[in-house]
């Protein structure tokens, strides 16, 4: 059974930084992209940030220049490093997954169950 467990949010200030971590846990063969999406109370959920499996990056226009998302392949890791918070970036954080479960299968999205990130004075 895969697993994605985020971790790292919490309540900060405007301006503080926070960095999430995602990993990816169980019986796969391989991960392709991964991905950060938040969803705000009565917003849809929308991308924050993508990383190919070569290290290719893409922001939404939004967190461009504050936000960096990164990983660690051998460890089936994601981060994202967030630098000065607004409070629109108040949201639930999901991390994202392709992954392969075996070479008979196709790529599957799985998602982790998300992490508050809450941004106040």
């Known amino acids: 059974q895969v697993q994605l ?3 790292g949010g ?12 995602c990993v990816a846990s169980g019986s796969f063969l391989a991960i ?7 969803q705000a109370p009565g917003n849809q959920r929308e991308l924050v ?5 070569g290290g290719s990056t ?3 226009d939004s967190v461009l220049g504050r936000f960096t998302i990164s990983r660690d392949n ?5 981060y994202l490093q967030m630098n000065s918070l607004r409070p629109e970036d108040t949201a639930v954080y999901y991390c994202n997954a392709q992954i392969l479960l075996s070479s ?6 799985y998602w982790g169950q998300g992490t508050q990130v809450t941004v106040s004075s």
């Open 5 to 7: 467990v985020e971790s």
């Open 10 to 21: 919490g309540l900060v200030q405007p301006g503080e930084s926070l960095r999430l971590s």
């Open 32 to 38: 392709k992209d991964m991905g950060w999406y938040r």
């Open 49 to 53: 940030a993508s990383i190919t499996g």
């Open 58 to 60: 893409n922001y939404a």
């Open 74 to 78: 051998a460890k089936k890791m994601v």
């Open 104 to 109: 008979s299968s196709k790529w599957s999205d």
